[in-house]
């Protein structure tokens, strides 16, 4: 099983640019989350969908966009990156209620210059 | 707001030393508690987690962890460490009320170190 799917595992991108960060999981788990980790602050929250067609904000949600078309895909929207979202990016899944493990994707490092 | 704390932010052992690492959390309520392991390079997996029941917790690769409700902690310990057991460790807790409800809070991380 391929588990959470991120792409691209790598990105430098200029200031003002936009990209679409990818996350593709095929456990058909409702909930799909992003979280940024940086050092000494651990990950937080980006935003969350508990299911296709709903999403809500995390705890760092400024300068970032969510959609959820499908129960497969979750993709991350930075639209006009500034160099303070320079961070790895994680993107997790999991199934049902909110007491069960979550799965994590392998990262996308991120830099912006 | 709800919050969780590791107080240690790198940890540096030998091999074969005893390991404890530092999990507290500021919410009166229930919570939900888990220790998540990120070897170099990879992603988080989950060591181990307590929902109820026996406050003490073992998980895979010798892992163990203590809830003390009294002290809002979640320690995490094993008896003898291996120079495998390099990686970054998260503490992360899910509430059961407040703004944080239902979503999984993490802590800094404590970065471990082992020589052999």
């Known amino acids: 099983n391929a588990g959470v799917t991120q792409t691209p595992k790598f990105q430098v991108l200029k200031t003002g640019q936009s990209m679409t960060l990818q996350c593709a999981q095929d456990?058909?788990?409702?909930?799909m989350s992003w979280y940024r980790q940086d050092p000494g602050m651990g990950l937080r929250l980006i935003h969350y969908s508990v299911g296709a067609g709903i999403t809500d904000q995390g705890e760092v949600p400024n300068g970032y966009n969510v959609s959820r078309s499908t129960t497969e895909d979750f993709p991350l929207r930075l639209l006009s990156a500034a160099p303070s979202q320079t961070s790895v990016y994680f993107c997790a899944s999991r199934s049902g209620g909110y007491l069960q493990p979550q799965h994590f994707g392998d990262g996308t490092r991120l830099s912006i210059l | 707001a709800q919050s969780v704390s590791q107080h240690n932010h790198h940890v540096i052992l030998s091999e074969a030393a005893s390991l404890e690492l530092g999990c507290n959390y500021s919410y009166g309520g229930t919570v939900n508690l888990f220790w998540y392991v990120q070897y170099p390079g990879q992603h988080l997996q989950l060591l181990l987690k307590y929902f109820s029941g026996d406050p003490l917790v073992k998980g895979i690769k010798g892992f163990e962890a203590e809830f003390i409700k009294s002290k809002f902690s979640f320690n995490l310990r094993k008896p003898s460490v291996q120079w495998s057991d390099t990686a970054e460790y998260f503490c992360?807790?899910?509430?059961?009320?407040?703004?944080?409800?239902?979503?999984?809070?993490f802590g800094q991380g404590t970065i471990l170190t082992v020589h052999p």
């Open positions: 992360a807790v899910i509430f059961s009320g407040g703004t944080s409800y239902g979503k999984l809070t």
């Open positions: 456990m058909n788990h409702e909930y």
